[in-house]
T-cell receptor
């Protein structure tokens, strides 16, 4: 079984500041890793994913995440945030084999202050 | 592409009544659909997994007689909350994947259920 821990429930930052949202996972097998973003009153949107290959993955809107197997982490970073990045961010894992269900972390609410 | 819709987007019902929520994949065939429940300011909890033409697989602790799931076609799954009570009030989200090897789930916008 897999589990995901997002260490910060809320992260307030100023606009144009850098941000890191932390995600650690636990699994006895290899995993696929995902970051989803949820804007207010909307469903989840895939932000980026790690399946295999390069441990650094990037999204089209400037976010990046690095898979660190030894630390079982998949932290999300952005060097300069915008007001529009205000949202809830969920880290999720999935076993590449078997059932395709996702296990989500508790979520981190990112609030950007002007 | 890969759009999932849910209907209704919000619903208010009285305690004791049943309510049906639809989840549709608009531009792809969804071999598997998932139903999640999200409480305010909390994460998504998987309720059940449904495959077209077969019975849904419910997660531990989810009452299958209360949350009826039907995946009658490759583009439609429904969740019926039977004899709803105020504690069933929540945000219900579905997702869908296409193919057994697919890694990405496409999420619907969610349905907010309020039971009075």
């Amino acid at each position: 079984a897999q589990s995901v821990t997002q260490l910060d429930s809320q992260v307030p930052v100023f606009e144009e500041a850098p941000v890191e949202l932390r995600c650690n996972y636990s699994s006895s097998v290899s995993v696929y890793l995902f970051w989803y973003v949820q804007y207010p009153n909307q469903g989840l949107q895939l932000l980026l994913k790690y399946l295999s290959g390069s441990t650094l993955v990037e999204s089209i809107n400037g976010f990046e995440a690095e898979f660190n197997k030894s630390q079982t982490s998949f932290h999300l970073r952005k060097p300069s945030v915008h007001i529009s990045d205000t949202a809830e961010y969920f880290c999720a894992v999935r076993n590449p084999q078997g059932a395709q269900k996702l296990v989500f972390g508790q979520g981190t609410r990112l609030t950007i202050n002007p | 592409g890969a759009v999932v819709s849910q209907h209704p987007s919000w619903v208010i019902c009285k305690s004791g009544t049943s309510v049906k929520i639809e989840c549709r994949s608009l531009d792809f065939q969804a071999t598997t659909m998932f139903w999640y429940r999200q409480f305010p300011k909390q994460s998504l909890m998987l309720m059940a997994t449904s495959n077209e033409g077969s019975k849904a697989t419910y997660e531990q602790g989810v009452e299958k007689d209360k949350f009826l799931i039907n995946h009658a076609s490759l583009t439609l799954s429904t969740l019926t909350v039977t004899s709803a009570h105020p504690e069933d009030s929540s945000f219900y989200i579905c997702s869908a994947i296409s193919g057994t090897g697919a890694y990405e789930q496409y999420f619907g916008p969610g349905t907010r259920l309020t039971v009075t």
